[in-house]
């Protein structure tokens, strides 16, 4: 990133490299469309080099994608508010073992946290798939620590509580049904 | 005894790794009295099994492109249009020595009807989620004859709006054949007032420059000596005028 804020655009395509999966995943997860989440992975790394020099050297250049990325969201959020946050079909492709079951608890699975809101989706998508720490996200989100876990907490309960509304069963069949 | 709620530092911490062993100790009794937060804990490790999904090679070459400057057209759409070329060349002459005279309504009506579909093909393409459907929807409209006021709204929302600036450039180049409602000339005065890229301020001054209004030059000069502007779009704003002032023509 330091050669990115030097004037070396071409920087750019290694910090692309490294990080573009992650956070095309982020995405997807947020919106649950492949094409969307290629357009906002590509707008994130533009953004980062029109505000590289916003970027300063000692902070964490995740934190700081993650926060260029989270706005990028809600920006497009704004702009297409007849596009819900809750696409009817997600254009996920399916994968190719057939693990029938698994694959219909996963898809259930995601319904779900597609169908909570997207703050509270943000925060499990970041706590749990983009493996920031909770710090991180507290700096990201401008809140403290404690409270990113209380929130974490809480939306994973209502994850829970979806996932079940949909399932049409108590407790979980995912992961081997532990409850 | 204690609620969940009360836990729920200890329990996040757990479930990410990060707790001590005394925060851990405290959660993992939780979860052995509390089978709510058993099954949260159950949806955690679940969520982490989520297959992960990866973007296409694609997307690498494309942002390759991009950053190495604009795309240039492929092969293969020029030879679309070369054919589409034929075909058009080809019609007409058929038309011309097939078509019985008595045929000609009939052709104007095809011709209106074809325009109408092309219509709501490029709005259509306009409001997809793709960046490069949105793309075609704007080359759709490029071709276009007549100036169908639903389609010029659609260019400038998507000039206002699409969060690619690929697609609002676009946007602004095909909105040069049409002629401007106020209403769509005003919002691109606005728009030079809050979009972020230097590209899309410039391809609008484009735009607006071209139109034959008396009272662009002053506006573009208040533009000009407005601070924050984009040093790059000064540049371009100051020799646009200076160009302007020395051929004697007031920026139309």
Redesign the interface.
């Known amino acids: 990133m330091a050669a990115v804020q030097g004037g070396e655009s071409s920087a750019l395509g290694e910090l692309f490299n490294r990080h573009h999966g992650a956070l095309y995943r982020y995405f997807l997860r947020m919106s649950g469309s492949a094409s969307l989440s290629e357009d906002l992975t590509q707008e994130v790394f533009l953004r980062v080099l029109r505000k590289s020099e916003t970027w300063q050297r000692d902070a964490r250049f995740a934190s700081w994608m993650y926060r260029i990325a989270h706005n990028a969201f809600i920006d497009h959020t704004r702009r297409n508010k007849w596009e819900t946050a809750m696409p009817e079909k997600l254009d996920i492709a399916a994968p190719a073992t057939r693990q029938l079951e698994h694959d219909e608890e996963h898809a259930l699975l995601r319904r779900a946290l597609m169908a909570m809101p997207p703050d509270k989706r943000e925060l499990l998508i970041l706590s749990r798939f983009q493996g920031l720490k909770y710090e991180q996200i507290g700096e990201l989100l401008g809140v403290e620590t404690n409270t990113v876990k209380v929130r974490v907490f809480r939306a994973l309960g209502q994850l829970r509580e979806i996932y079940e509304r949909m399932s049409g069963q108590p407790g979980l069949s995912v992961a081997g049904g532990r409850n | 005894m204690m609620t969940c709620?009360e836990f729920?530092?200890d329990?996040?911490?757990t479930?990410?790794g990060?707790a001590t062993p005394a925060a851990r100790a405290r959660a993992e009794a939780h979860f052995g009295e509390c089978?709510?937060c058993?099954?949260?804990?159950?949806?955690?490790?679940?969520?982490?099994?989520?297959?992960?999904?990866?973007?296409?090679p694609e997307?690498?070459v494309?942002?390759?492109r991009?950053?190495s400057g604009r795309p240039s057209a492929p092969r293969w759409a020029w030879l679309t249009i070369a054919a589409a070329v034929a075909v058009g060349i080809f019609s007409f002459f058929a038309g011309r020595f097939t078509a019985p005279p008595s045929a000609s309504t009939d052709i104007a009506v095809l011709r209106h009807e074809v325009r109408n579909l092309r219509e709501v093909v490029a709005l259509s393409l306009l409001d997809q989620?793709?960046?490069?459907?949105r793309l075609r929807g704007i080359r759709y409209s490029s071709a276009l004859e007549g100036t169908d006021p639903e389609v010029v709204d659609a260019l400038s929302r998507t000039l206002r709006?699409?969060?690619?600036?690929d697609v609002r450039l676009a946007a602004a180049d095909a909105l040069q054949r049409f002629p401007l409602p106020a209403s769509v000339s005003e919002s691109a005065w606005q728009l030079l007032e809050h979009d972020?890229?230097p590209l899309v301020q410039i391809a609008v001054i484009d735009l607006l420059s071209s139109r034959k209004d008396p009272a662009v030059r002053a506006r573009l000069e208040t533009l000009r000596d407005r601070s924050g502007l984009d040093s790059n779009v000064r540049d371009y704003l100051q020799a646009l005028l200076s160009t302007q002032r020395s051929k004697g023509n007031p920026v139309q």
Do not use: T, Y
């Not at chain 2, 709006?161 to 600036?165: A, I, L």
């Open positions: 709620q729920a530092v329990i996040a911490d479930l990410a990060s089978s709510s058993r099954a949260n804990a159950a949806l955690w490790q679940a969520l982490g099994d989520l297959p992960a999904d990866a973007p296409s997307m690498q494309k942002f390759g991009h950053l989620q793709s960046a490069s459907e709006n699409d969060p690619s600036v972020d890229s």
